[in-house]
């Protein structure tokens, strides 16, 4: 749960509650405040991944009246989203959330400003991975903090974060999102929007929804495709008999040589790949990885001429098990590269049941929260929308994890 004061919490709960709603942003040195009048509506999703770790993920779609001030909101802008409320006769706040308009289309008919916005981190879920060497005998965690901070200034992991050892770490692809999600899996981690990392499991009950208090209906699905009956998570350990030799590039690097392309080696069959062979003297630059082929570009640090073999190995996706269904008995097969030693997980998430939930509306519930619905369930929410049109609405997506 996002932090706000008291008098918000109370307020934002309030049966008879009068809002607000503003938009902050900056055009050189000039602050400008979006008010209630020039905004007709706004939605907003924020939803993770319904795994063993997952990251969060914000869209903010707003419709604006056009004029001279929603004009200078452009692509790039940086938006903060702020909701206030009146409780006993003065207005406070919940907290500045932070986007970035990812989108902005004019309607001349209308005469509004439709603007979507996203947050910092899914701006850049599909961007090339920065390159992050490969490490042996380190912990996950040291890892996984490794890769962050390519990414963020500011990393903190917290201590009850799934923590297993790795014989072998290495990046599992060159997108971002792919290899942090598979690193959040392994770790039973919620990587949040402002890279603050939190274990991802049913948490201390940080709210309750009744009918009188917030509730207005709620539906329990019975099953999904998602829901399974079983889940077993495999080790991924592979021992030096199984790793491939692909091949290699042989490369006669010029001196002191930059952003050097030493072209790309095709693999003749679907592997994980991993750069096992690489001369001191070379810093990766860029790297294109597939589990079929590989292509670098490197800087040199030295001043003479370097004969390079860069050597490929890998293991065979063959060996790697993949989720299998049974119609009598769904079973869920967690295969990660990360998880190389035994640990004990919350499976729950892939066990119980999902709910939906229609209520008023409150700014300051997260994913990876679990609220208290109707005195009867205990709810992990995987996905919240809010819709604001003049009144606050929502409407919640978990699963139910008593126990």
Not at 85 to 92: P, S
Not at 376 to 389: A, G, N, Q, R, S
């Amino acid at each position: 749960m996002k932090t706000s004061s008291l008098q918000f919490k109370n307020a934002i709960k309030s049966n008879v509650r009068e809002l607000d709603v503003r938009f902050i942003f900056y055009n050189g040195d000039k602050k400008y405040v979006i008010r209630g009048k020039d905004i007709q509506s706004y939605k907003y999703n924020t939803v993770c991944e319904k795994e063993l770790g997952g990251i969060e993920k914000k869209i903010l779609t707003i419709t604006l009246m056009s004029n001279v001030i929603t004009k200078l909101i452009k692509e790039g802008t940086i938006l903060y989203k702020e909701t206030w409320a009146r409780f006993n006769n003065n207005w406070c706040s919940d907290f500045q959330e932070e986007f970035v308009v990812s989108a902005k289309k004019l309607d001349e008919g209308k005469s509004t400003i439709k603007i979507e916005a996203v947050d910092t981190l899914t701006l850049i879920r599909e961007e090339p991975m920065p390159y992050v060497p490969q490490q042996m005998n380190t912990t996950l965690k040291d890892y996984f903090k490794s890769i962050l901070s390519k990414l963020s200034d500011s990393v903190t992991l917290p201590n009850d974060l799934v923590n297993t050892n790795l014989s072998l770490g290495f990046l599992k692809s060159n997108e971002v999102h792919e290899n942090l999600l598979e690193l959040a899996i392994a770790s039973q981690a919620l990587i949040r929007t402002d890279f603050t990392i939190k274990k991802f499991t049913k948490t201390d009950i940080i709210d309750r929804l009744n009918y009188g208090s917030g509730l207005i209906d709620y539906s329990v699905a019975a099953d999904d495709l998602d829901t399974y009956s079983k889940v077993v998570v495999a080790l991924f350990s592979p021992t030096a008999r199984e790793y491939k030799n692909l091949g290699s590039i042989m490369t006669t690097l010029p001196p002191a040589a930059r952003g050097y392309k030493l072209g790309t080696i095709e693999f003749d069959t679907l592997y994980i790949p991993q750069l096992m062979v690489f001369d001191s003297a070379i810093e990766i630059d860029d790297y294109r990885l597939s589990s079929s082929s590989c292509s670098l570009t490197v800087t040199s640090k030295v001043n003479d001429i370097i004969d390079l073999t860069t050597q490929f190995y890998g293991l065979d996706v063959n060996s790697v098990k993949t989720s299998e269904d049974n119609d009598e008995n769904r079973t869920k097969f967690i295969n990660n590269i990360y998880i190389q030693s035994p640990a004990v997980y919350d499976t729950r998430i892939y066990t119980s049941k999902p709910i939906t939930i229609k209520y008023t509306g409150n700014t300051l519930y997260e994913v990876g929260d679990t609220i208290r619905v109707d005195n009867k369930y205990d709810v992990l929410i995987l996905e919240h929308d809010l819709t604001y049109d003049g009144s606050l609405r929502g409407t919640i997506k978990g699963v139910i994890i008593d126990g």
